[in-house]
């Protein structure tokens, strides 16, 4: 499949499939993560991060994203993310993940066309539309 292709297959995915952002513990340290010119920099982005994850997981976490359709699914996730919240993130990256999962649920289904009729069934109709 060429890429333009596969690119509408996945662009139609996303408006059809039901999509989810969810928040895990980021094991990692924040301080591993920035590399701001000066150290005083690289200090107050660390302690901003640890104060927002003081209040909400979404602070320091590891997103996992979701994308399901017709009994198929695609996951992602997205390590060492700092936001204020849900929304925060899902108008930051949420589309660029959507996207990203909804690439790996197209994988998906199209591994699963090889041993199933269903997943067949269903790439034809997702490329009629």
Same mark, same amino acid.
């Given at each position: 499949?060429?890429?333009?292709?596969?690119?509408?297959?996945?662009?139609? &995915?996303?408006?059809?499939?039901?999509?989810?952002?969810?928040? +895990?513990?980021?094991?990692? /340290?924040?301080? /591993?993560? $920035?590399?701001?010119?000066?150290?005083?920099?690289?200090?107050?982005?660390?302690?901003?991060?640890? +104060?927002?994850?003081?209040?909400? &997981?979404?602070?320091?976490?590891?997103?996992?994203?979701?994308?399901?359709?017709?009994? $198929?699914?695609?996951?992602?996730? &997205?390590?060492?993310?700092?936001?204020?919240?849900?929304?925060? $993130?899902? /108008?930051? +990256?949420?589309?660029?993940?959507? $996207? +990203?999962?909804?690439?790996?649920?197209?994988?998906?289904?199209?591994?699963?066309?090889?041993?199933?009729?269903?997943?067949?069934?269903? &790439?034809?109709?997702?490329?009629?539309?």
């Amino acid at each position: 499949m060429s890429s333009t292709a596969r690119g509408r297959l996945i662009a139609k &995915l996303a408006k059809l499939a039901s999509v989810t952002h969810q928040a +895990e513990v980021e094991d990692s /340290d924040p301080a /591993d993560h $920035f590399g701001y010119a000066s150290l005083q920099e690289n200090m107050q982005a660390v302690a901003n991060v640890r +104060e927002m994850s003081r209040r909400s &997981l979404w602070g320091w976490c590891c997103v996992k994203t979701t994308a399901e359709w017709s009994g $198929f699914r695609g996951v992602t996730y &997205l390590g060492a993310c700092s936001y204020e919240s849900a929304d925060a $993130f899902t /108008d930051a +990256e949420g589309k660029a993940q959507t $996207f +990203e999962a909804c690439a790996a649920l197209l994988d998906n289904l199209t591994e699963a066309k090889v041993s199933g009729q269903l997943a067949a069934d269903l &790439l034809s109709h997702l490329r009629r539309r």
